[in-house]
């Protein structure tokens, strides 16, 4: 059974720092792109940042400069470094993973999501 736990939410106050991770149970699946979206309460869910299994990565523009993502393919984790926080960053965070099953399936996979809340 595929599973994503996520952990390292909470309440920080503005410029203040969080780190978010990931760890996606998924053995057999070949793993392409990790990444965070986020929802706050009454917007749209929104990509904040992805890496791809060489690396490569992507950012919204309002988290540019502020956070980082790294991903750990071997043991199937993602990190998300959120420095310089703003209220306006609060809003639940969720992992997403794109991967490929044996049979070359592509397949997506959403964590439970982790509150993060900032206080100005």
């Known amino acids: 059974q595929v599973q994503l736990v996520e952990s390292g939410g909470g309440l920080a106050q503005a410029g203040g720092s969080l780190r978010l991770s990931c760890a996606a149970s998924l053995s057999s699946f070949t793993i392409n792109t990790m990444g965070w979206y986020r929802q706050a309460l009454g917007k749209q869910r929104e990509l904040v940042a992805t890496i791809t299994r060489a690396g490569s990565t992507n950012f919204a523009d309002s988290v540019k400069g502020r956070f980082t993502i790294s991903g750990d393919n071997a043991k199937k984790m993602v990190y998300l470094q959120m420095n310089s926080l703003k209220p306006e960053d609060t809003a639940v965070y969720y992992c997403?993973?794109?991967?490929?099953?044996?049979?070359?399936?592509?397949?997506?996979?959403w964590g439970q999501g982790t509150q993060v809340t900032v206080s100005p």
């Open positions: 997403r993973v794109e991967c490929n099953n044996s049979w070359g399936t592509r397949l997506v996979y």
